[in-house]
């Protein structure tokens, strides 16, 4: 199968714009006719959901979660990039656009990239219009601030809860159209499979979490909006719901999966504290802005934050300064975060566990006074006390690197469609707009950019060519089988009654993936932990334990249920990370480094790698989809 | 430490529930309240035992997913989240009971899970601003004073968790709907709709089977993001107002 990203002829410029005014529209009075489902309503979700149901789809939205506002978009702290040039120094959609595609170590397609940044400054105005409370100055007009590096000063925030606002503006106008009858929520509902009847996707099949109902539904499209897949590292910043399932069973059912192994580590996160750590916790990177990285020199096993005064200063090696004289502690993510691993597995690292690295506030509290760091950082400090027991006013912080963005998703074509007609993914859920790393700021422009202002130009185009009557009941016995596959294989979890907890299984995968597939990547590892994820894949269908039954309310064998797609999806990532033997953004080969830094090769992967399933048990086949870049000439990042 | 749990079982909204006291001897002060309860549920799964079912999601305090009434107090002692909670604010030995929110507006699903899509109703009847996606004026046509734009992030920072109706003796929801009322209020955005929002909404409470509110202020004490009472004293004020303006507002469903 070839794959078209359907990238538009033309400009750069004018890409999107003529693209608008060729694709096909629906008459007014007949959008009534047609039946959208989307799936997840966190930022892409939500907008989608919202913005279809104002034009008169019959919208079906499901979420796992007790409310559509729990979606983990919400957690999102930073902010969000727009290209509005308030500040007049010297932004615009080009320069954000080119920022974007650069961030992505150029593995991001140009068109979509320029897409985004061009959209972004009507995801601002249409925020506001709900009325999200973004910060403000003292003229009344929004305030921005330069964020993770940028040059310029273009990312909106409503204090340390963007996300959450963002959401909740969605939510509000999500909330409007569920009121008006044009979107039928389906809280505690999970989506369980997709149902493809001709080739084109016609429905999904979900479980009422509460009553353990397996129900169809059809509709004329449907809408992936479901996130990422950094659970399957067991320790993410992700929420503990938030899971690959929805994607995944539509990749067995055709969807191809985009650079399964670009994930984002990030390098500000509170460090594990125990067997019992069950997530991690994101602290915002604009910390490095005045603390210090280090560690010291010689190794000092469970060496604690509180005695961090008894070293002195030649005695610390402050390794990020001293390697990155010229970026210092404000190198990025992938770079911070790598160098950290370094010097704890040389034995260096602090805490009781050995895993993390001092971040301190010594210099900056003694040049500036503790109340300047209070009013930057002051909501911070106060987490991280609350969380560890420790002061960072009087001690130094301790962090390590988490598993935070998943860049890689289902593969989509410039109309945001899947390879399977009629099967859209929007969001962190598709691979499309960040290449190989996420630049900070740029997730929830892109959920957004997708839910408001492309996917309900694009679908029209789709739902005009196939026609109302294009529609499969729910009678057809494609549904019916859908429905046995799930239940059958509910039936099967429940029937193991092994010795294994899921979360043992589910922690010894995030183990094996943080381990191998993590920061740091290499052949042997990779081919190690392959063999490990089988062995898992095997015991889990053996060994593990799933108590109660499926028609009530029964979180393990939610759990469980995504689990299993979890070490499936482990083994495809592993697939990809082995396939592609250069360095490039969050994907560190050690083969392929240059005075220990990253190597990319634009000669041979030049390409987006698209794994299409092919059956049970069988090694993915892997598609290229070549890249080619018209406008931005790829160079290799230094932050020497 | 070593921690004596008396915890809220029900199977499902139909049966009748009880407390169970469980010994849980494998609890460090560096766990969340969650995480305490997770180790105790892995525990429980092992023995063949089902697990106790609580609600949670980012376990970073801000999707407002987790509850839990902790020795008498919504999110246990703290004024944070239950899952921000950690257990070096209790002492080892100690006993803890551990109850769903109660409130009959929010009936229980099981065990210490509750159905909380009453607030989501309640949101749907008016919270929001009418505009469609797409012809709005640039985010800078309306200026807005710092000082009003701060105070409606300070309302718009509830997190929908519910723990202002568990702390209140009457089960009020006035601080959770004054909250989005406030905010509205306060913005030039909100204002072409503020009659039929408050009406519609302040309808809706009351048609959930909310309590009245008798200023105890404990949903203020209790609140994990700090949601001033002042909401409360403001969205009477839109209430009261709305009845002096010359329309009626037809309160059955909201948008258009």
Not at chain 1, 489 to 511: M, N, P
Not at chain 1, 564 to 582: C, K, P, Q, S, W
Not at chain 2, 125 to 141: E, F, K, L, Q
Request: charge should be neutral; aromatic fraction near 10%.
């Amino acid at each position: 199968m070839a794959l078209d990203s359907k990238i538009p002829a033309g400009s750069l410029a004018e890409k999107w714009s003529k693209h608008k005014f060729n694709l096909k529209l629906v008459n007014p009075a007949n959008k009534r006719k047609y039946d959208v489902i989307v799936v997840g309503t966190g930022l892409a979700g939500a907008s989608a959901a919202a913005s279809l149901g104002e034009l008169g789809y019959n919208v079906k939205a499901f979420c796992f979660q007790d409310s559509p506002r729990r979606a983990h978009s919400i957690a999102a702290q930073g902010g969000i990039n727009a290209a509005k040039n308030y500040q007049n120094d010297g932004d615009s959609v080009y320069r954000l656009f080119y920022d974007t595609i650069k961030g992505g170590d150029y593995r991001a397609r140009e068109a979509n990239v320029h897409r985004l940044a061009e959209v972004s400054v009507n995801i601002i105005d249409q925020c506001v219009a709900q009325g999200v409370p973004f910060a403000r100055e003292y003229g009344g007009t929004l305030a921005n601030r330069s964020f993770g590096g940028a040059q310029v000063s273009r990312t909106f925030y409503a204090r340390g809860q963007t996300g959450q606002q963002l959401l909740l503006g969605a939510y509000s106008a999500l909330n409007r159209q569920i009121a008006n009858g044009k979107v039928t929520m389906y809280n505690r509902t999970e989506m369980l499979d997709v149902v493809v009847v001709d080739g084109k996707a016609r429905g999904i099949v979900t479980r009422d979490l509460v009553t353990g109902k397996i129900e169809s539904h059809s509709a004329h499209a449907v809408l992936l909006c479901t996130g990422g897949y950094g659970n399957v590292f067991f320790l993410s910043t992700n929420a503990k719901g938030s899971n690959v399932t929805a994607a995944w069973r539509a990749h067995k059912k055709g969807a191809f999966f985009a650079n399964p192994c670009f994930t984002q580590i990030h390098p500000t996160c509170i460090p594990v504290s125990g067997d019992h750590q069950s997530k991690l916790t994101l602290m915002s990177e604009s910390l490095r802005n005045d603390g210090r990285v280090w560690v010291p020199k010689e190794a000092k096993k469970g060496f604690k934050a509180k005695d961090a005064a008894s070293i002195s200063e030649s005695d610390r090696d402050y390794f990020l300064e001293r390697k990155y004289p010229s970026f210092g502690n404000l190198v990025p993510r992938d770079v911070a975060s790598r160098n950290a691993k370094y010097v704890c597995d040389e034995g260096r690292g602090v805490g009781a566990t050995g895993l993390a690295v001092f971040l301190d506030f010594a210099d900056a509290i003694k040049r500036d006074g503790r109340s300047v760091i209070e009013a930057k950082y002051g909501n911070l400090f106060d987490m991280y006390k609350q969380i560890t027991g420790d002061d960072p006013y009087t001690m130094p912080m301790m962090i390590y690197p988490a598993v935070h963005y998943t860049m890689g998703g289902l593969w989509v074509d410039y109309n945001l469609m899947t390879t399977v007609p009629g099967l859209y993914a929007l969001g962190e859920c598709n691979f499309s707009d960040h290449g190989a790393n996420r630049l900070g700021a740029s997730a929830l422009m892109q959920g957004l950019a997708d839910g408001y202002f492309v996917i309900p130009y694009t679908i029209g185009d789709y739902l005009a060519t196939i026609g109302w009557k294009d529609k499969v009941d729910t009678n057809h016995p494609a549904f019916a089988e859908a429905i046995k596959s799930v239940t059958d294989r509910q039936e099967k979890l429940l029937s193991i009654k092994g010795k294994k907890t899921v979360d043992q299984l589910h922690r010894e995968l995030g183990l094996t993936m943080w381990e191998y597939c993590g920061m740091s990547r290499s052949e042997a590892g990779l081919k190690k932990a392959k063999q490990i994820i089988q062995d898992i894949k095997k015991e889990f269908w053996t060994n593990v334990n799933v108590l109660g039954s499926g028609n009530e309310l029964n979180m393990e064998l939610e759990k469980a249920n995504r689990v299993a797609d979890f070490i499936e999806l482990g083994e495809l990532m592993v697939d990809d990370a082995l396939n592609r033997t250069e360095s490039c953004g969050g994907h560190f080969r050690e083969e392929s480094q240059v005075d220990g830094e990253a190597l990319r090769n634009d000669q041979d992967f030049f390409y987006v790698s698209a794994w299409e399933y092919t059956g049970e048990g069988q090694q993915q086949a892997l598609h290229k989809d070549a890249l080619e870049y018209e406008f931005v000439k790829p160079t290799q990042r230094s932050y020497k | 430490m070593k921690l004596t749990l008396k915890i809220w079982r029900q199977k499902n909204n139909n049966s009748k529930g009880e407390f169970k006291t469980y010994v849980h001897d494998h609890v460090s002060p560096d766990m969340s309240f969650l995480e305490m309860l997770d180790v105790l549920n892995e525990g429980l799964v092992k023995k063949g035992e089902e697990p106790v079912h609580f609600d949670h999601d980012c376990r970073e305090g801000i999707c407002g997913m987790c509850s839990l009434y902790i020795n008498g107090r919504p999110h246990g002692p703290l004024q944070t989240t239950t899952c921000q909670l950690h257990m070096r604010s209790f002492k080892d030995g100690e006993t803890i009971t551990i109850e769903p929110w109660r409130a009959a507006a929010f009936p229980v699903v099981k065990d210490l899970v509750v159905d909380r899509s009453a607030f989501d109703r309640i949101q749907q009847a008016g919270g929001y601003v009418s505009v469609n996606t797409g012809g709005v004026p640039d985010g800078n046509a309306i200026p807005i004073a710092k000082k009003i734009a701060d105070e409606a992030m300070d309302a718009a920072a509830c997190i929908g968790c519910g723990a202002c109706v568990a702390a209140c003796k009457n089960a009020s929801a006035m601080l959770f709907v004054s909250a989005k009322v406030s905010q509205y209020a306060l913005l030039p955005q909100g204002q072409p709709e503020s009659k039929e929002r408050v009406e519609k909404m302040v309808a809706q409470m009351d048609e959930e089977g909310f309590g009245a509110c008798t200023n105890t202020k404990a949903c203020e004490a209790e609140c994990p993001k700090s949601i001033k009472i002042t909401n409360i004293a403001r969205m009477n004020r839109e209430y009261y107002s709305s009845m002096f303006t010359n329309y009626e507002v037809t309160v059955s469903g909201g948008g258009d």
